[in-house]
């Protein structure tokens, strides 16, 4: 089963705007990351948060992590119409033997200019 | 200079058909991996390899055999296709396994008639 739940499913912004996603997850992790897919075409590394960091600043993006909660956010500030597309989160979980990385359903998000 | 590309990037076939995907990533990468997109975008892991042992593989159908002739190249090779097999398909490659950033390939996307 998918180890990411990500809401909301889809977010619509006016550009400029901040834009949020969050995802949960079910297990004990070694690191989580985020990636984002334009339409058609493959997935792009954002940012990768270890168990023991709460927080990852990559230009206008900002992650956190609480790992008491089981959870994630995804900050984009100053969104901008390029950065329409489907963001997913995916974790690695920290237990010896079971390294897979799992993906999140996914967000997708559209900047309306 | 592509990182990881795969061909071709469309593949149409008729039901039982065989056909291959191939993949090659020119980043140094030891450990390299094929991933299922569904539909609705769900994205699951089928196989890794890792110094071109197979160190993955997900409860794949056994009609598809991945071949790795090198570190650099994961080809995927799929028999007697059926409709349930239609997708897009990542590969992709990371340094070290499953606890480092991926890089994905731009998918090809499968459909079976």
């Known amino acids: 089963s998918q180890q990411g739940e990500e809401d909301p499913q889809a977010l619509s912004i006016q550009e400029g705007e901040n834009a949020t996603m969050n995802c949960s997850y079910k297990?004990?992790?070694?690191?989580l990351q985020w990636y984002r897919q334009n339409s058609g075409r493959g997935l792009v590394h954002l940012i990768l948060i270890r168990s023991n960091e709460r927080e990852k600043h990559s230009g206008r993006l900002r992650v956190t992590l609480d790992t008491s909660k089981k959870s994630s956010s995804l900050l984009i500030t100053a969104s901008r119409a390029a950065d329409t597309a489907s963001y997913f989160c995916?974790?690695?979980?920290?237990?010896?033997?079971?390294?897979?990385?799992?993906f999140g359903t996914g967000t997708r998000l559209t900047i309306i200019p | 200079d592509t990182a990881v590309s795969q061909t071709p990037k469309y593949l149409v076939t008729q039901m039982g058909n065989d056909k291959s995907i191939k993949c090659e990533q020119n980043l140094g990468h030891d450990t390299m991996y094929w991933y299922k997109q569904d539909s609705k975008k769900f994205l699951k892991i089928m196989f890794s390899y890792n110094n071109k042992e197979l160190i993955i593989n997900e409860t794949v159908p056994n009609r598809f055999s991945p071949k790795s002739p090198d570190k650099a190249h994961l080809n995927l090779h799929i028999n007697s296709l059926e409709l349930g097999d239609s997708a897009v398909y990542f590969c992709?490659?990371?340094?070290?396994?499953?606890?480092?950033?991926?890089?994905f390939g731009p998918g090809t996307r499968l459909t079976v008639l």
């Open positions: 992709a490659s990371s340094q070290a396994v499953w606890a480092d950033t991926q890089y």
């Open positions: 297990t004990s992790i070694n690191n």
């Open positions: 995916a974790t690695v979980p920290s237990n010896f033997g079971n390294e897979k990385l799992t």
